[in-house]
């Protein structure tokens, strides 16, 4: 990844779809899709996309300036289950001449709780996926397909 920051100009920003609500963050996210060689989409399965982020990939679409790149969702839910969002993400990218990569995170069904005390009391929990990362120990010595 840093080579590619080096050789490559990245421009990023991300929204949560309730931020979509507001006209003026709505307007600059419409502008910055419009003209991005990769949008990434995050949602959960188990969720309608809110009608603010329908809207706002519609009015995307609209002006996309692009004639490539690709649409990226990552949704999130019970990997044995295609979330509608699939059909309708992909129907998007053919619209507009863009590639279409998707993937269905294994994620839980209910809602995170993104309270203050919530995200301050986090660090003293560990999941499952974390420990595993922790307990790995060191890594090998040498990876890559070059090595």
Known sequence: MAQLWEDFEFEVSWLRFDYLADPHLAADAIAAAARADMV?????AGRELPRAAQSWIDSWVIKREKLDGVLVSMIGGDPKEVSPMHPYLRNIAQQVGMDYL???LDAPSERVNGSIEAIVH????????????????NPPSHWG???
């Open 40 to 44: 990434i989409l995050s949602a959960h």
């Open 102 to 104: 998707s993937t269905v």
């Open 122 to 137: 986090r660090p003293e929990k560990i999941s499952p996926v974390t420990d595993g990362f922790l307990q790995q120990g």
């Open 145 to 147: 397909i070059n090595e």
